[in-house]
C-alpha cells in the first residue's frame, strides 16, 4: 500500500510526532520479531486511515535509505564503552553502536538468560566457540552452554549474541552506506554521494522547471532555483524499487530507472540521467545499496502488522479513534469539530448539504481577497480552519495587504 492509497480524516493529527529514537524502536519490534501493533481503516470509494498514521510513517521512513541513515545517526550513541573489561573497551563500529542501543530499549540486565542462543548446538560447535574464547572445553552440552552464556552476560563485548544476529541486515544496510562515503562517517552522506546528488549534471538531467519538476527538487532562493531534498529522494528511489517488484536485474539496470524516471517526470533529459548513471557506476554503487536494503527489507515482509477494516459511516469511524486513542494524547475541540461528518462537505459538490448561498459567498470571497482555490477540495472546515492563513495575519489584525 502506498501513500495515495490512503485518504486521512481530518481528525488526524500531524504526522511525524515520534522521534528518531522511537521510530528506531519501531525498527528494534520489526527486527526481533516483536507485535507492531496494528493500523484501523475505514472504506467507502477509497480507504480512510483511521488509527496508526505514526507506524506507517514510520515505516515509509524506515524504508528510505537516505532517513535510514539520519534516523540511526542521530538515536545511536558515537561510541560505546565496554566497562566490565579493564581498562574499559571503546567501540565505535556500527555493530556495537546499534546493539548498544537495542540492549537499551529492551532494558536488558546481566541477569538476562543467554543459554537460549546455543540451544540445538552440537557438542562439536560448542567446543570451537570454548575454543575460540580461550574457556575450557569439557563437560556436557549444559554445562558447556552454561559457560558459554556465563561468559556472555560477563562480557559486554559479546553484546548478546542473539540479538547481533536479529540485527545484522540493518547494521550490514548502514555499514554498507556508510563505506560507499567513507571519510564522512554518515551513512545519510554516503546514500547521496552513491547518485552524485551535487553534481551540476545531476540538476541538469533532471532539468527542473517551475511548472514541472520531481518532488526532491524544490523551488529555493539560489542561483538555479531549486534545492534538492535527499529525504524525498530516498523516497522516491524506494518507489522506484517497488515499482519493478524489487527485481535485482530491474531495479540494478540503469535504462529501467531512466525510463521509469522518464514516465514519471517528462521533463527528464534521458540521455543526461544515464550519462549519470554511468559515471557513478550504477552497477556497482546502487547494487551494493539495493542488496542490502533488500535483505533488509525483507524483515518488513515478515514482521505483522495487524489491519482492521472497518464497516461503518465517518460519524463512528470518528468515535472509533476517540476510543482508541482514550488513553494517548487527547484531541482538541476543534479537531473533533473538523471531523463533524457535515464540516467536510464539499461545498461545490451538487449532493452537498451547504447551501448555494454559502457557495457563492465564499465564491466571492475568495475571488475579492485573490485567494487561490479548487473547487473539489473546499468544504466548510477548510473555510474555518485556513481562512486566517488565507488572508495573512497582519491583513486580518488592520495591516497592509
Known amino acids: 500500500m502506498t501513500d495515495s492509497d490512503l485518504a486521512l480524516p481530518r481528525y488526524q493529527r500531524a504526522g511525524n510526532q515520534w522521534d528518531e529514537k522511537k521510530k528506531l524502536g519501531f525498527a528494534m519490534s520489526i527486527m526481533f520479531g516483536f507485535p507492531t501493533g496494528s493500523v484501523t481503516m475505514r472504506y467507502d470509494t477509497k480507504e480512510w486511515l483511521i488509527d496508526g498514521r505514526q507506524r506507517l510513517e514510520t515505516i515509509r521512513d524506515l524504508l528510505n535509505p537516505f532517513e535510514l541513515g539520519e534516523i540511526v545517526k542521530s538515536a545511536v550513541p558515537e561510541k560505546w564503552e565496554d566497562d566490565t573489561t579493564t581498562p574499559a573497551t571503546t567501540y565505535t563500529d556500527w555493530t556495537h553502536r546499534i546493539c548498544s542501543f537495542a540492549k537499551g530499549w529492551l532494558q536488558l540486565t546481566e541477569d538476562q538468560d543467554f543459554t537460549g542462543t546455543y540451544s540445538g548446538w552440537k ?46 541486515p540493518l547494521t550490514k544496510l548502514i555499514e554498507t552506506l556508510e563505506t560507499m562515503k567513507p571519510m564522512n562517517k554518515s551513512p545519510s552522506a554516503g546514500f547521496t554521494h552513491v547518485f552524485k546528488t551535487g553534481s551540476k549534471g545531476f540538476f541538469d538531467a533532471w532539468n527542473p522547471t517551475k511548472k514541472d519538476h520531481p518532488p526532491f527538487w524544490q523551488e529555493a532562493n539560489n542561483a538555479n532555483g531549486f534545492a534538492f531534498n535527499s529525504k524525498i529522494f530516498g523516497r522516491q528511489m524506494a518507489v522506484f524499487y517497488h515499482s519493478q517488484s524489487w527485481d535485482p536485474i530491474k531495479c540494478n539496470d540503469p535504462l529501467t530507472f531512466v525510463n521509469w524516471a522518464k514516465m514519471k517526470w517528462n521533463k527528464v533529459d534521458t ?44 460519524h463512528e469511524a470518528m468515535k472509533v479513534f476517540h476510543l482508541i486513542n482514550a488513553t494517548g494524547v487527547q484531541l482538541t475541540e476543534v479537531q ?49 480552519a485556513t481562512l486566517t492563513k488565507r488572508l495573512g495575519h497582519n491583513e486580518v489584525w488592520g495591516g497592509e495587504k
Open 271 to 314: 540521455a543526461k540521467l544515464i550519462k549519470i548513471a554511468q559515471k557513478m557506476k550504477w552497477e556497482n554503487g546502487n547494487k551494493l545499496l539495493f542488496d542490502a536494503l533488500d535483505k533488509y527489507k525483507e524483515e518488513f515482509k515478515r514482521n505483522e502488522l495487524g489491519v482492521t477494516r472497518l464497516t461503518c459511516d465517518a
Open 336 to 384: 473533533k469539530l473538523a471531523a463533524w461528518p457535515a464540516w467536510n462537505d464539499l461545498l461545490f459538490d451538487p449532493s452537498s448539504t451547504a447551501t448555494s448561498a454559502i457557495a457563492d459567498a465564499v465564491e466571492a470571497l475568495y475571488l475579492e481577497q485573490e485567494i487561490p482555490y479548487e473547487k473539489d477540495t473546499v468544504s466548510r472546515w477548510d473555510i474555518a
Open 123 to 168: 557438542k562439536s560447535e560448542l567446543e570451537d566457540e570454548l575454543k575460540k574464547r580461550g574457556l575450557t572445553q569439557t563437560g556436557t552440552n549444559p554445562e558447556m552452554i552454561a559457560r558459554l552464556a556465563t561468559d556472555d552476560a560477563q562480557s559486554g563485548s559479546e553484546l548478546d549474541k542473539k540479538y547481533v544476529d536479529l540485527l545484522e
